[in-house]
């Protein structure tokens, strides 16, 4: 059970999501059903991506329970636990979809504010992005650089991206909890970084130094020279 539903298996490739619900709580019920309906809006909103968990739909119009793929290979943070090392080169092309999946979200006008290594999901010996439920949509216009600029959390997703970047490179999980904390990291909150693959554009993302999205993006590309495409953000 997650925070807003109840993930229940249908069958061998799909799961349900029923929005949670308290007996006279009224105003949770609808809190959960707003959480699943902005999970749904922000998956259309996405469409189908390689590096995003796929969406099939609305299994019950009454509830808004949606329908999911289903991922029998586990969150990320389990599958690092329970699987060797693999290859540099898989790593590396793992590090490379994160990004890539993240561009594509910011691209779509769509924050995702639970950025973490438990809310990616091992699909088909891939990684893909799972849990809009916390999501902010914006206009299709909407200036994305503006908004990193004038509001304060959106640069907080990047560090997430550079806690999953790092537990693909380390093979090991971590996570800084910023809204635990109230505060960036510090050195001392901070595992050693030093020889990892991409181990500039997790200490970046870890030190507030990318502006926003694009930045990162525009960094990753030059840095590990792979000619990755921009989208109309751009």
């Known amino acids: 059970m997650g925070y807003s539903g109840y993930i229940c298996k249908a069958d061998d490739d799909t799961i349900i999501k029923h929005p949670r619900y308290l007996p006279d ?3 949770y019920n609808e809190m959960y059903r707003d959480m ?4 749904k809006k922000t998956y259309e909103r996405l469409g189908n991506h390689k590096g995003i968990i796929p969406f099939l739909g609305v299994h019950d119009q009454s509830t808004g329970a949606i329908k999911l793929a289903y991922a029998p290979q586990g969150d990320l943070e389990s599958y690092i636990q329970n699987h060797d090392k693999p290859s540099e080169a898989i790593r590396a092309s793992w590090i490379q979809s994160i990004v890539e999946t993240f561009w594509h979200i910011y691209s779509c006008k769509v924050l995702n504010q639970d950025v973490k290594p ?12 799972a849990d809009f439920g916390n999501a902010e949509i914006y206009a299709l216009d909407a200036d994305m ?3 990193y600029m004038e509001e304060p959390f ?7 991206i550079g806690c999953i970047i790092y537990s693909i490179a380390a093979w090991r999980a971590f996570w800084y909890d910023y809204f635990v904390q109230d505060r960036w990291p510090e050195s001392e909150d901070l595992p050693v970084t030093t020889g990892l693959l991409c181990e500039d554009t997790i200490r970046k993302c ?5 502006e926003n999205m694009q930045s990162l993006y525009e ?7 792979t000619d990755l495409p921009f ?4």
């Open 36 to 39: 699943i309906s902005t999970e």
């Open 145 to 147: 650089k503006a908004i």
């Open 25 to 27: 709580n009224e105003p």
């Open 154 to 160: 959106p640069r907080v997703y990047i560090l997430g």
């Open 219 to 225: 960094d990753f590309n030059a840095s590990t020279g």
């Open 118 to 129: 438990n809310n990616i999901l091992v699909h088909n010996d891939s990684p893909e992005v």
């Open 231 to 234: 989208s109309k953000e751009e």
């Open 206 to 210: 870890w030190s507030n130094s990318y």
